[in-house]
C-alpha cells in the first residue's frame, strides 16, 4: 500500500507542475504559485491529545499548488504526508469506562486536500504588496494511511482484551481548515506559517472508541514553508509594472512611471513631465502644463503682464474698452465699443476737425472750417437789421406721419421764405430733417434726408432759385423738440427746419 500511496502522490506532483506551467503559457496575469513546507501533526482522540504541546508530534512535509481566482480567493491544491506515532502511556485502567490502559498505534499518512483560501491582501483590508499577509483556509479531500495499533498485554477490571489496536490501511475523507500568515520577501518568493485542523471521518486511528466521545480522530498540521510565483506577470505597455498593479496601462513606450504605471508628473499639476513644456513648475493642462499666474490662457513666460488677466492677441495685457490697443499704450481708454481707433486707441478723425468719424455728419469738412458737435460746419449768425422783409432765423415746416409729404399749412412758410430770398440774395439757406422715434435709428435717418430734399425741391422749384442757395442734411431722430413719449411730441419731431445763412 505504502508503494500506491508514494506513486500517488509522485504522480500528483508531476501533475500539478505539468499544470503550472503549461497552463501558465495561456494566462495573462500568470496566477500560479508552487509551494513546499514542512510539517509537524500532532493527535488528538480517544487515546489522548498531542494539541499546542511543545515538543510533541511527528514531522513530516508536502507541496501544495494554488492557482489565482480573485483578489479575495485562491484554490490551492495540498499535497502532504507524515508520520503519525502516539502512546498514551497509561499504566492500568478500566477499558469498559473508557480509561484505556497502555496503549498506542504508529503508522503513516498522507493527504490530498483542495481548499479555497480567503486572503486579507484583497485591496480592502490590507494593500496586496503588504509585508504581512494574513489568511483562512477551507477545503475537503481524502486521507491514505498505513496503521498498526497494539496494546499491553493482561486483563482491565471488564476482562476485555488490552489489544484495541488497527492494523492495515485506511482511505477515507477528510475535512480541513486552516489559518496563516505569509511574508512577503520580493515579488516572487513569500514565506508562510499556517496551523490547521485535518478532520478524519474515522476513528480507526486509535481504533479505540470512548463511551461518552463520539468524535473522530483528529490531526493538527503545523506548516512552515516557501511559495514561488511562476511565470512572468503580463506588462501590456512594457514600463516594468505588471498590468494588476498599472493604472496607465496604454503609457507610450520609454516614458519614465512611477510605482503605479503611471507617467511621472515631478511638478504635481497633472501634466506628465512627457508633455510637460514646464515640467519643474506647477502649470495648467491647456498650456502643456506652463504657469498662467494671471487666469488669462496665456503662459507667465510669453505674458507681457503677468499679474493682470489680458488678451493672447495682446500677449496678455489688457484691453479695457476692447479697441485693440493695450491699456498701457491707450491714450484715450474709454473710446466706446465699436469705435475705429488709431494706433494709440483714440477714434479716427478723418477730417481732422476734432469729431470723431463715428460721430461725425459731416466727415469732408476742410481743414480749418469751424464746425458744431456733430462736425458740420458753424452757420454765421444772421446781423440785426440785415436783409429786407421780415422772417425768423429757424422756420420750423411740419410733415405727414411716416412721410415726407409737406403738410399744406406749411405752402405758406415756405412761401415766405421764397420771397425773402428772392429779395436778399446775400442769404442762403441750411435745411435740416428731423423724425420721432417711432421706427429703426436707420430707417429715421433715411426719412429726415428725404424729409430735407422735399424742402429744398420746393424752394428751388417755387422761387427759381440757384440750387446751391439751398443745403440739406438729415438728423434722424437724434435731435428732438418734444417728447416723444407723447403724440403732440412726436408731432413737433416729425419737421424740417429752415435756417437762414449770411454768405
Known amino acids: 500500500?505504502?508503494?500506491?500511496?508514494?506513486?500517488?502522490?509522485?504522480?500528483?506532483?508531476?501533475?500539478?507542475?505539468?499544470?503550472?506551467?503549461?497552463?501558465q503559457a495561456q494566462n495573462a496575469d500568470n496566477k500560479w504559485a508552487l509551494s513546499g513546507f514542512a510539517s509537524v501533526y500532532q493527535y488528538k482522540g480517544n487515546l489522548g491529545t498531542e494539541w499546542f504541546e511543545f515538543?510533541?508530534?511527528?514531522?513530516?512535509?508536502?507541496?501544495?499548488?494554488?492557482?489565482y481566482i480573485s483578489p479575495s480567493f485562491d484554490f490551492v491544491a495540498q499535497f502532504s504526508g507524515a508520520r503519525i506515532d502516539?502512546?498514551?502511556?497509561?499504566?492500568?485502567?478500566?477499558?469498559?469506562?473508557?480509561?484505556?490502559?497502555?496503549?498506542?498505534?504508529?503508522?503513516?499518512?498522507?493527504?490530498?486536500?483542495?481548499?479555497?483560501?480567503?486572503?486579507?491582501?484583497?485591496?480592502?483590508?490590507?494593500?496586496e504588496d503588504a509585508f504581512l499577509q494574513p489568511y483562512l483556509m477551507l477545503g475537503y479531500g481524502g486521507a491514505f494511511s498505513d496503521i498498526s495499533g497494539k496494546g499491553a498485554h493482561g486483563m482491565f477490571g471488564d476482562g476485555q482484551p488490552a489489544n484495541r489496536g488497527t492494523d492495515g490501511d485506511l482511505s477515507h475523507g477528510v475535512a480541513f481548515g486552516a489559518a496563516g500568515i505569509g511574508l512577503r520577501i520580493t515579488e516572487r518568493l513569500g514565506a508562510f506559517i499556517q496551523t490547521g485542523q485535518i478532520y478524519t471521518f474515522t476513528d480507526q486511528y486509535d481504533g479505540f472508541k470512548r463511551p461518552d466521545d463520539k468524535r473522530p480522530d483528529r490531526f493538527l498540521q503545523h506548516n512552515f514553508g516557501l511559495t514561488f510565483s511562476l511565470g512572468k506577470a503580463k506588462d501590456t505597455d512594457m514600463d516594468g509594472v505588471p498590468d494588476r498593479k498599472d493604472k496607465c496601462p496604454d503609457t507610450p513606450s520609454g516614458v519614465k512611471v512611477d510605482e503605479n504605471g503611471c507617467p511621472v508628473d515631478t511638478d504635481k499639476d497633472g501634466v506628465p513631465d512627457y508633455q510637460d513644456n514646464c515640467p519643474d513648475v506647477a502649470g495648467v493642462a491647456n498650456l502643456n502644463g506652463c504657469p498662467d499666474k494671471d487666469g488669462d490662457g496665456v503662459a507667465d513666460a510669453?505674458?507681457?503682464?503677468?499679474?493682470?488677466?489680458?488678451?493672447?492677441?495682446?500677449?496678455?495685457?489688457?484691453?479695457?474698452?476692447?479697441?485693440?490697443?493695450?491699456?498701457?499704450?491707450?491714450?484715450?481708454?474709454?473710446?466706446?465699443?465699436?469705435?475705429?481707433?488709431?494706433?494709440?486707441?483714440?477714434?479716427?478723425?478723418?477730417?481732422?476737425?476734432?469729431?470723431?468719424?463715428?460721430?461725425?455728419?459731416?466727415?469732408?469738412?476742410?481743414?480749418?472750417?469751424?464746425?458744431?458737435?456733430?462736425?458740420?460746419?458753424?452757420?454765421k449768425p444772421i446781423p440785426r437789421g440785415v436783409g429786407r422783409g421780415t422772417l425768423k432765423d429757424t422756420t420750423y415746416i411740419q410733415f405727414e406721419f411716416d412721410k415726407a409729404v409737406l403738410r399744406k399749412v406749411s405752402f405758406r412758410t415756405l412761401d415766405q421764405v421764397v420771397r425773402f430770398l428772392k429779395a436778399n440774395p446775400e442769404f442762403t439757406v441750411n435745411v435740416s430733417g428731423h423724425a420721432d422715434a417711432t421706427g429703426t435709428d436707420e430707417y429715421n435717418q433715411g426719412l429726415s434726408e428725404r424729409r430735407a430734399a422735399a424742402v429744398a425741391r420746393y424752394l428751388t422749384a417755387r422761387g427759381r432759385l440757384a440750387k446751391d442757395r439751398v443745403t440739406t442734411v438729415g438728423y434722424g431722430e437724434s435731435r428732438p423738440r418734444g417728447d416723444n413719449e407723447t403724440a403732440a411730441g412726436r408731432a413737433l419731431n416729425r419737421r424740417a427746419q429752415v435756417e437762414l445763412v449770411v454768405e
Open 55 to 67: 515538543g510533541q508530534g511527528r514531522t513530516g512535509g508536502g507541496f501544495s499548488v494554488s492557482r
Open 1 to 23: 500500500m505504502k508503494k500506491v500511496l508514494n506513486k500517488m502522490v509522485a504522480m500528483a506532483f508531476l501533475l500539478s507542475a505539468f499544470l503550472a506551467t503549461s497552463v
Open 302 to 379: 510669453q505674458d507681457q503682464c503677468p499679474d493682470q488677466p489680458g488678451t493672447a492677441a495682446l500677449q496678455g495685457c489688457p484691453d479695457a474698452d476692447g479697441d485693440g490697443v493695450a491699456d498701457q499704450n491707450d491714450k484715450c481708454p474709454g473710446t466706446p465699443a465699436g469705435t475705429q481707433v488709431d494706433a494709440t486707441g483714440c477714434p479716427l478723425d478723418a477730417d481732422g476737425d476734432g469729431i470723431s468719424d463715428a460721430l461725425d455728419k459731416c466727415p469732408d469738412t476742410p481743414a480749418g472750417t469751424q464746425v458744431d458737435s456733430t462736425g458740420c460746419p458753424v452757420r
Open 86 to 127: 502516539y502512546n498514551n502511556n497509561v499504566q492500568g485502567g478500566n477499558y469498559a469506562a473508557g480509561r484505556p490502559g497502555n496503549m498506542y498505534f504508529n503508522g503513516e499518512t498522507r493527504n490530498v486536500i483542495g481548499a479555497f483560501k480567503l486572503k486579507m491582501n484583497n485591496g480592502k483590508i490590507l494593500k
